[in-house]
Structures are given as C-alpha cells and as structure tokens.
C-alpha cells in the first residue's frame, strides 16, 4: 500500500497537482510518524497504514464540521478535497444494512453489554465502519432488543 501512495505521489508532482501532492506527502509524514512511535523493529502492515489513513479522513471530517459552522466555506471547501484524496486509499465502507447485519448477529448471541458488543463488531467489521456510527446502530439495536 505504502508503495501505491508513494507512485500515486510522483504522478501528482508529474501532474504539477498541488493540493493532490500535499495531501499524499501529509499521508506519507503521519504514516512515517507511526512508523516511529512503533519503533525501527516493527514495519507497519497495510491494516495500520489504512488506521493512520483513517485518522487523517476524520481530522478532516472534524474540520469541514468546524469551518461550515464558522461560515468559512472556502478551507471547508479545501478540507473536503483532501478528504476526497484520502478517501481513495480507504477500503470500501459498509452499508448501514451490512453494519446492521453484524450487529444482529452478535445481539441474538445474547450478548447485552454495550462494551463486548461493540468489541465483537469492531473486530468484525475490521476499520471498514466509523465506530461513532457503530456505536449508535449497536446502542439502538441494545434498546429494541
């Protein structure tokens, strides 16, 4: 994957597409940062390299959220193309049907604890769901049960 984003990167310098390049190099220095916090023995796997790209994807979520709010929609604006960017080296996300699915799934287990649930669907759904988004299926799917 790691390879990918770097190849995606000289075709973007090549292209002259600056907003593409910054936002590639900025996957590329979080990514590096991890690899760091990891420690020089452990290589990342492309499950971790998809978890800092997911953390990039909500930062920018986050920010779109505030400058819509503060009525600025021009680094909102920005923001969302970067997000688009990101969002190209992120798996697939579930439907609301397919998150549903597992989350039945592990209700009709018997299971009732909000905590084990999430923790058996997070394992299930594998970062390809945001977990707030989780979170509230599993808490409406806990109500009606």
């Known amino acids: 994957m790691l390879e990918k984003i770097k190849k995606d990167l000289v075709e973007a310098m090549k292209a002259k597409d600056a907003l593409k390049m910054g936002t ?14 990891k420690g020089k023995d452990k290589e990342l796997t492309d499950e971790d390299i998809v978890g800092v790209i997911r953390k990039e994807a909500k930062k920018r979520r986050e920010a779109i959220e505030i400058y819509e709010s503060a009525d600025r929609p021009e680094l909102a604006n920005k923001e969302k193309a970067e997000l688009e960017t990101i ?38 759904i594998a970062g390809r769901a945001e977990p707030g988004k989780v979170s509230e299926l599993v808490k409406r799917a806990l109500e009606n049960s």
């Open 87 to 124: 969002n190209e080296y992120l798996p697939p996300e579930l439907s609301e049907e397919e998150i549903q699915k597992i989350i039945d799934e592990v209700v009709s287990r018997g299971e009732e604890n909000l905590g084990k649930v999430m923790g058996q669907v997070m394992i299930k």
């Open 24 to 37: 590639i190099r900025m996957i590329l220095a979080s990514v590096h940062n991890e690899e760091i916090a």
